[in-house]
């Protein structure tokens, strides 16, 4: 059972959602009265309250989703508010579907998509995992943080061939490498607002780190939003080539260390945006003929089911006719129909923009 000061603050929470009639958040949308007052007494065995689940959209009224899961066993207790709001934003995956197994699928079938270097600048494949037996940021003690760090930099120092490297841990960083590490666009910061409310944040920079091989094209964060990000990538559009390294870097670490996996929900993360296969497929990709028919642009991507963005990721401007295109599914499909999605979607808005010549 949850404390009464913690239901007190709950309620003080549900009150000024409630409130907030310009709130557009996927939180607000779903969290009703009968939901609210079937979670708030509930705890999970590791601590976990619905106060952790949505008090970064209490706080940040302009969240787009708002909630996140503290622990692994969130998803399940309080799956009355995570279910509908993931059917909401995974479009398409409903409360009775079920994410299917892993499958990477036949890594030769994916290729160069622009072999002349015309269009695409770089190429990136990344997916999030969680350590089994640990919970997510909220609930994790300074020495859960030491711990994890001990165990992923250890594992990771195993890895050989390719992706040898080295292991960066925040702690104690010195000045030059810190800024190898930024001019490398490597180094992560300290969470934006929306983590921090939901405590994701605490103990920084303890348990934090970054490896990565000496060509650097992988990377894994370690402790950053989640326990696990494992990143692939490269210059140029060598998809095959950064989708094998990724797949064989994630399938050499889950020998060593087991991931959190829901029999439903796929693998699990802190957010519940990044569930399933976790995957995002992206390039910065030049399309300066469909960049001035923006319609044509956002028809093709959204037969394939892509998404377009800024230069910079997220809300940002296109530079120079330069978009971050990535695949917008992540669940009820496999790793291998993610990337392969992405791949076509790709392989046809360069056939367009040759032809619009």
């Known amino acids: 059972m949850a404390d009464a000061a913690t239901i007190t603050k709950l309620e003080e929470g549900f ?8 709130c557009k958040s996927l939180l607000k949308k779903y969290l009703s009265k009968d939901i609210f007052d079937s979670l708030k007494a509930k705890k999970t065995g590791l601590g976990a309250t619905l106060l952790d689940v949505i008090q970064s959209g209490v706080e940040n009224l302009d969240s787009g989703v708002g909630i ?63 350590l089994e037996g640990y919970p997510f940021n909220p609930c994790l003690t300074e020495a859960h943080y030491k711990e994890m760090e001990e165990k992923v930099s250890s594992t990771l ?17 010195t000045k030059e490498v810190q800024q190898k590490l930024i001019d490398d666009h490597f180094l992560f910061k300290e969470g934006d607002r929306f983590l921090q409310a939901a405590n994701a944040c605490r103990y920084w920079p303890t348990g934090r780190g970054i490896y990565h091989n000496d060509k650097k094209t992988f990377l894994v964060w370690c402790n950053e939003e989640d326990h696990l990000r494992i990143i692939s990538m490269q210059m140029g559009g060598d998809l095959g080539q950064v989708y094998r390294r990724l797949v064989t870097a994630v399938n050499d670490i889950e020998k060593r260390v087991p991931f959190s996996h829901h029999n439903r929900l796929g693998f699990l993360t802190f957010c519940p945006t990044n569930l399933g296969t976790t995957i995002r497929a992206s390039v910065h990709i030049k399309l300066p003929k469909l960049a001035a028919n923006r319609e044509k642009l956002e028809e093709v991507a959204a037969r394939y089911s892509l998404q377009v963005r800024g230069t910079r990721g ?29 791949q076509d979607g790709i392989l046809e808005l360069i056939k367009i923009e040759k032809e619009m010549a």
């Not at 409360?95 to 998509?113: E, I, L, Y």
């Not at 120092?157 to 960083?173: A, C, D, I, R, V």
């Open 157 to 173: 120092s195993g890895l050989e061939g390719e992706l040898k490297g080295t292991y960066y841990p925040l702690t104690g960083m």
């Open 68 to 130: 996140y899961a503290p622990d692994a066993e969130a998803y399940s207790l309080f799956a009355p508010l995570f279910d509908p709001i993931i059917e909401d934003y995974h479009k398409g995956f409903k409360q009775t579907d079920k994410h299917p197994a892993k499958d990477f699928g036949d890594v030769s079938q994916f290729v160069n998509v622009d072999p002349d270097g015309k269009f695409v600048i770089s190429t990136r494949v990344r997916c999030g995992r969680s």
């Open 314 to 342: 997220e809300h940002t401007e296109a530079e120079g006719g330069i978009y971050d295109i990535s695949n917008k599914r992540r669940m009820g499909l496999t790793e291998y129909q993610a990337v392969k999605e992405m």
């Open 15 to 22: 009150k000024k959602l409630q409130a907030a009639t310009d």
